[in-house]
């Protein structure tokens, strides 16, 4: 056998190889070009106003100006800067975090290292649902069948044969069966195989130019932001216009004119909007990443928390998958497996299952039957019989499951059932068969009665929770490859116990709570799903759909079906695909779980594909819009929680964005308008744009989610993202604060008070009126002081601080006096605008209460 000669390459040869071969993949590295993004914030609007500020400044013979301008460039020009290069190191990170993964011998160990850095001469082992990742020869193989579609337009898997070295390949044949291909997808079986080829170098390489990562497609809530984005431009040209007009009938000075144009341009852009997006479901992605949720999609966090389905597997991700056996069906008795005292069940049970089992449930099984037949041995140790039954087994184990294999039926989940065929002498073979009760029993020949006795027993395990294998075994004098044409014995049925994982129960009463439907979907017998179903508390009227039901249905009879029950049984994979569009016709939103080859379709199809992490084989996660890494249903609750946090806090932050734009919009289109001097100049605008900036993105992001965020049902995916109420918020805090800021400065002007001074009255009590409003929509159920109570956001203090420290500092500090058109205010007028500006965000408290106490009621 090759198996003991395969040798992996050590570290150093990897090191070596690698520079010669370079990194396996097909991606041409877009270099981050740090130039490129610089010259990319030339083409920002803000950034393109404010030179052209800097530029009528110096047209207007004001060079000083013209050099705050300038500075305020780089100062915004280096902030969206770091965002962008923040934004991408997460996305890279998230990146990292889902390249695929395969197992390789390296240093004389097994190991797991990112595809790409796979070089020729690496020993991987591949195994089914796999996306090769390289051209390999094949070393040793066990059913491995892969589907090279992609290369060959052929439909039909390729059963892969172990290449035989010295073997000239037959040259007639392009592509070898004894060699996989790079891009291909297994589908079943397993494979040991050597590097040949990587990256360009593979066939696949060949045919497929460099692909330049794909840019992800718009998300319905990145679309409705363009659009709003772009009418708020259209809208905003408009004004423009209309103030350098009016200005124009004022004063008849052009280039002023054009510098007020200028200024309410540059208060009106939207320009943080598509920021706050970014910003947000980056940032989200990786929060989900550290609670074990892969978004391969970023755009998925948004629909999570609108999802009102949760369709989930049963085994391992709502069970422990950690199989015990518990009770055996031995001649017409349920006993416990400890008594289980006979040699030839044991002996099933173990040769029935794979020689190296890596199911849990097989390997409970083999564990449980390998420890009857030991503590048989200690009870009949010495006595005759067991010296002469030692005498049978090959290696003098008490087991005799080392005669050699000559045959395998592999599990398939639409069967639901295994065989191993073993050789016990030239020509006599030994079936044992394992399996789903229905589908062994139909192949013994048991009369009716007997049948149906057995079938009670079945369901008396089952109702227990238990799972239950039927076993069975037979004789025959030639190989077969269909389980059908042998004639088979009933011997006896398992029962296994797999307990719901802790917390499931509760998850799902929270998904309850959240309006959130959970339904569970299992390959198992009816019994045992309700069973498991009624211990974690789903509801199903005592009636389980199965996948035969299915079969029988009409897809509308379906849509209907789906409504009332949330468990579903004895379904293959291929079933799901219809449970998902049926549930989506009714409207729901689908969160859907799969691991297998045959889930990806169903994947796909569903709102939220969410593949296994640790079970899921590659094309499963391909097909998903994330990927659970800890294979726990209660994780995908929290995400859930934490997508509907998400929406909430992009919400909050657009709502902010709004509110805090009247008041500046409003002051620049007003001032000309009852032809007052500009409260706010330039420099204010872009000042207060440095406020703007984090607190729309930092500060929102790290708010926390609502008290009642759980006890809501999951909101409508038709709701706009500014709904009704939202708006006349907007409106009346905004023009609240416009007001708070205007009227002072109208009077205060208007009773011969300098303009600076009544500036910076304006300024103060805008500043101050804009830090209340930002800790009054922080929460739509929590009150301000509640602040003082809960772990503290701390880029929202920081924030906050600054923009006072700042608006002070330009209203005290003399040298700021020339800059900022500014004056120092007295004690009564300093006491006076913060007052203004705390009532002008406060009184929002008020209606907040009233809704409160509405919505208790
Ligand atoms: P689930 O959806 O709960 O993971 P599966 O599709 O894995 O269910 O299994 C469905 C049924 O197939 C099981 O209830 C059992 O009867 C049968 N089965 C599962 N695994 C094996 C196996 N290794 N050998 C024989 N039968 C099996
Ligand atoms: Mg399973």
């Known amino acids: 056998m090759e198996g003991n000669t395969i040798k992996g390459l050590n570290s150093t040869e990897v090191k070596n190889l690698q520079e010669e071969y370079g990194l396996n993949e097909l991606v041409k590295e877009e270099k981050s070009n740090a130039i490129k993004k610089f010259f990319g914030v030339f083409k920002e609007p803000m950034f393109l106003l404010l030179v052209g500020t800097a530029i009528l400044y110096l047209l207007l013979g004001d060079a000083q100006e013209a050099c705050i301008m300038l500075v305020f460039v780089v100062f915004v020009a280096s902030i969206t800067f770091v965002q962008e290069w923040k934004t991408e190191k997460t996305l890279n990170a998230l990146k990292e975090l889902t390249t695929p993964e395969v197992t390789v011998l390296r240093d004389g160990e097994k190991r797991t290292i990112k595809s790409f850095e796979l070089v020729p001469g690496d020993i991987v082992y591949l195994k089914e649902g796999e996306r090769i990742p390289a051209d390999c020869d094949v070393l040793e193989v066990s059913n491995f069948s892969v589907d090279e579609s992609v290369l060959t337009g052929e439909a039909e898997p390729v059963f892969k044969v172990v290449k035989e070295e ?96 200028i200024t309410l341009a540059m208060a009106i852009i939207p320009e943080e909007f598509p920021v706050v997006l970014t910003v947000f479901l980056s940032l989200g992605a990786f929060r989900l990443a550290k609670n074990n949720t892969l978004m391969r999609k970023i755009s998925a966090v948004e629909t999570l928390g609108a999802a009102t389905v949760l369709a989930v597997d049963k085994t391992g991700t709502i069970t422990k998958n950690s199989m015990e056996v518990k009770k055996v069906l031995y001649k017409n008795n349920i006993i416990n497996i400890e008594e289980l005292n006979d040699r030839e069940l044991s002996n099933l049970m173990i040769k029935s299952c794979e020689e190296n089992p890596y199911d849990p449930m097989e390997k409970a099984i083999v564990n ?192 209907e079906a789906v409504k009332g029950c949330d468990v579903f049984s004895r379904v293959v994979p291929e079933h799901k695909m219809r449970i998902v569009k049926a549930l989506k016709k009714n409207g729901d939103i689908v969160a859907m779980t799969g691991d297998g080859v045959n889930d990806a379709p169903a994947l796909k199809s569903a709102d939220i594909g969410v593949a296994m992490g640790k079970r899921g084989t590659d094309v499963a996660k391909e097909a998903a819009h994330m990927i659970l890494m800890d294979d726990n249903f209660t994780t995908i609750v929290k995400s859930v929680k934490d997508g509907r946090r998400i929406y909430d806090n992009i919400r909050k932050a657009m709502v902010y964005i709004m509110i805090i734009h009247i008041p500046i919009v409003a002051l620049a289109l007003f001032s000309p308008v009852f032809n007052l001097p500009q409260v706010l ?177």
């Open 166 to 261: 010295g073997l000239k390949n037959d040259s007639s044949e392009y592509w070898r069966k004894d060699r996989v291909y790079a891009g291909t997808l297994s589908i079943f079986g397993t494979c040991t195989a050597r590097v040949v080829n990587t990256g360009f170098k593979s066939e696949y390489g060949k045919i497929s130019k460099a692909v330049s990562e794909a840019k992800e497609e718009l998300s319905p809530l990145q679309k409705k932001t363009q659009y709003l984005v772009k009418s708020l431009a259209i809208a905003g040209f408009c004004l423009c216009l209309l103030v350098i007009g009016l200005t124009y009938l004022y004063n008849h000075n052009i280039i002023q004119s054009i510098l007020s144009g």
């Open 681 to 857: 100049l330039p420099v204010h605008i872009v000042l207060l744009e440095l406020i703007i900036d984090p607190t729309c993105s930092l500060v929102f992001e790290g708010e926390e989610a609502e008290r009642d965020i759980m006890q809501k049902p999951p909101r409508s995916p038709k709701e706009p993202l500014v709904t009704r109420g939202m708006l006349s918020k907007v409106l009346s805090q905004g023009i609240i604060m416009f007001l708070a800021a205007f009227l002072p400065f109208h009077y205060l002007v208007d009773s011969g008070i300098p303009v600076d001074a009544a500036r910076s009255f304006s300024l103060i009590t805008l500043v101050m009126s804009n830090v209340i409003m930002v800790l009054v929509n922080r929460s739509n159920t929590e009150y301000l002081i509640h602040i003082f109570k809960e772990k503290q956001n701390t880029a929202r203090l920081v924030v906050n601080a600054l923009a006072l420290v700042m608006v002070l500092g330009i209203v005290y500090v003399p040298v700021f006096h020339t800059i900022f058109k500014t004056r120092s205010l007295n004690f009564n007028m300093l006491l006076l605008s913060c007052l203004t500006g705390i009532l002008a965000g406060i009184w929002w408290e008020v209606v907040k209460f009233i809704k409160n106490k509405k919505a208790e009621k």
């Open 368 to 559: 449980s039957a390998k420890e009857c037949i030991n503590s048989m041995k200690d009870s009949v140790r010495n006595t005759k019989e067991y010296i002469g039954d030692m005498a049978r087994t090959t290696n003098g184990e008490d087991y005799d499951y080392h005669i050699e294999i000559v045959n395998k039926i592999p599990f398939d989940p639409k069967t639901k059932r295994m065989a191993n065929i073993y050789k016990e002498d030239e020509d006599n073979f030994y079936v044992a068969a394992k399996g789903s009760p229905e589908k062994i029993l139909s192949l013994c020949n048991l009369s009716r009665e007997e049948e149906e006795k057995v079938e009670k027993y079945v369901d008396e395990m089952a109702e227990k929770g238990l799972r239950v294998l039927a076993f069975a075994d037979g004789h025959s004098v030639e190989i077969k490859d269909n389980l059908e044409e042998y004639t088979l014995e009933f011997k006896g049925l398992v029962g296994l116990q797999d307990p719901p994982k802790e917390g499931v129960k509760e998850a799902i009463n929270l998904c309850r709570e959240a309006g959130i439907r959970v339904i569970m979907i299992t390959g198992d017998y009816s019994k045992t799903a309700m069973a498991i179903g009624n211990e974690i508390g789903l509801s199903f009227n005592n009636c389980a759909i199965t996948g035969e039901a299915i079969d029988r249905m009409t897809d509308d009879e379906l849509c």
